[in-house]
């Protein structure tokens, strides 16, 4: 396992659409794996393949709160089949813009079908933080990131500071 660099905006990777996997193979595990131990040292709650310049339709994730044993989840070429009628606020921060946290509306629910870890299939309905966790990541699928749900203002201003934390960590 290898922790990987997270890209972070305006990175235009993160804007490109993800492609299928086509079969869960020790290559896409080795990834998973990989993403995971990126998303622990981080310390983030979610990532997606694209984030560390990757972008197929691969999600890893753990939702354990601190204290707990960690429960890792992966996702591969994950598909929302419905979405519950209610939005819920919450407020979403993202490894890619590092330092921004901000509200978004959300369906309070999602059904979602995807292959686990091991290929087989899994469809269940999330809720709660797993619901918006889950968009969150299916977003950087489709190229999508969290402030583009904000006003301009404060998405040019996310990625501005973004930016300037980027430089002067370079000229450290
Ligand atoms: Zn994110």
């Not at 804007?15 to 079969?23: D, F, I, T, W, Y």
């Amino acid at each position: 396992m290898a922790i990987r660099e997270i890209l972070t905006v305006p990175n235009p990777v993160l804007r490109e659409a993800s492609k299928p996997v086509e079969q869960v193979t020790d290559d896409v595990r080795a990834l998973m794996d990989d993403m995971l131990e990126t998303m622990y040292a981080a310390p983030g709650i979610g990532l997606a393949a694209v984030q560390i310049g990757v972008p197929i339709n691969v999600i890893v994730m753990d939702l354990a709160r601190e204290g707990e044993q960690p429960q890792p989840r992966h996702f591969v070429n994950p598909k929302i089949l419905d979405v519950d009628a209610d939005f819920v606020p919450y407020e979403e921060g993202c490894l890619s813009v590092p330092g921004v946290f901000d509200t978004v509306d959300r369906p309070k629910r999602c059904k979602i079908t995807y292959l686990n870890y091991n290929g087989g299939r899994v469809t269940e309905w999330a809720e709660g933080l797993y619901a918006v966790c889950i968009q969150h990541e299916m977003d950087h699928l489709k190229g999508v990131i969290f402030i583009d749900y904000l006003s301009r203002l404060k998405r040019d201003r996310a990625v501005r500071k973004v930016e300037k934390a980027g430089k002067s960590r370079v000229a450290a």
